[in-house]
């Protein structure tokens, strides 16, 4: 695969691009981007050194064409781009959360080598968790290339498709939810007397450290709990309180609650 275009460069797919290209998973001469709104794709391009086309372009000649627009307009588009490159059978790429490789395909109108990822918000830092999958016409050094571009910005798993739509509340709609927490911990520090700042300062890295200690292998979370807490002490106090008031259920039912909602999407 030489040769990679991104139809779409909007909040999700500039980290991607961004790290496709700075992470030499392809040369960044290699690497074309088209947007409708031209001005910005122009300054973005620029600013990253990659190759603003026209969507004809990335049509007609990418080895790897990556869906980066919104779903809904899928319909629109999709007809006109299996037009265009059945002859060529380029890798296709899709970010559309919920669209599956089977509807991608009816609207190509030909049997199209897909692969899907998806990605979360936290690319535009580096640390997004990414799923991708594909069907069965992706060869094994295709599906290869697209970990390489999910790991470009964080880390990646290969799932089959259709684990994702639970994927997609964990690592999708989880990060709202780790935001929510986060505020609510600052809140209260400010609320018990400390300054904004600190207060927002001390609730990130606490849980940016605990998620540290997890990943590194420490311990398991249940573990991890008990070696903060001491007997009689203060932790315990407020452990005690989320498990009374339960913590555990209150996640579990704004999980299900987004995961029903993706099935009636």
Do not use: H, W
């Amino acid at each position: 695969m030489k040769t990679i275009g991104f139809i779409g460069a909007g909040n999700m797919a500039r980290p991607i691009i961004r790290s496709t290209a700075e992470k030499g998973v392809f040369e960044k001469n290699d690497i074309y981007v088209y947007d409708p709104n031209t001005e910005a794709l122009n300054s973005f391009c620029a600013c990253v050194g990659v190759n603003a086309v026209g969507e004809g372009f990335v049509r007609k000649n990418c080895d790897v064409i990556m869906l980066c627009t919104k779903p809904q307009v899928f319909p629109t588009i999709l007809p006109a781009v299996g037009e265009t490159v059945r002859d060529r059978d380029p890798l296709i790429v899709s970010i559309a959360a919920g669209k599956t490789t089977e509807y991608i395909a009816s609207l190509l109108g030909y049997n199209a080598k897909i692969a899907r990822i998806f990605p979360n918000l936290n690319a535009e830092v580096g640390s997004a968790i990414s799923a991708y999958t594909s069907n069965q016409r992706v060869s094994e050094d295709e599906i290869n290339l697209v970990g390489k571009i999910c790991s470009s910005y964080g880390e990646a798993v290969r799932l089959a498709e259709d684990k994702f739509s639970v994927f997609g509340v964990l690592g999708g709609c989880a990060p709202a939810y780790s935001f929510m927490f986060i505020d609510a911990l600052a809140k209260s520090g400010e609320k018990y007397g400390l300054d904004k700042e600190t207060a927002f300062k001390a609730a990130v890295q606490v849980v940016l450290g605990s998620a540290e200690l997890l990943k590194a292998g420490v311990g398991e979370p249940g573990e991890m709990v008990k070696r903060v807490c001491s007997p009689g002490g203060t932790t315990i106090e407020g452990v005690n309180v989320l498990d009374s008031d339960g913590l555990y259920a209150l996640v579990d039912k704004a999980f299900k609650a987004s995961y029903d909602r993706d099935k009636q999407l």
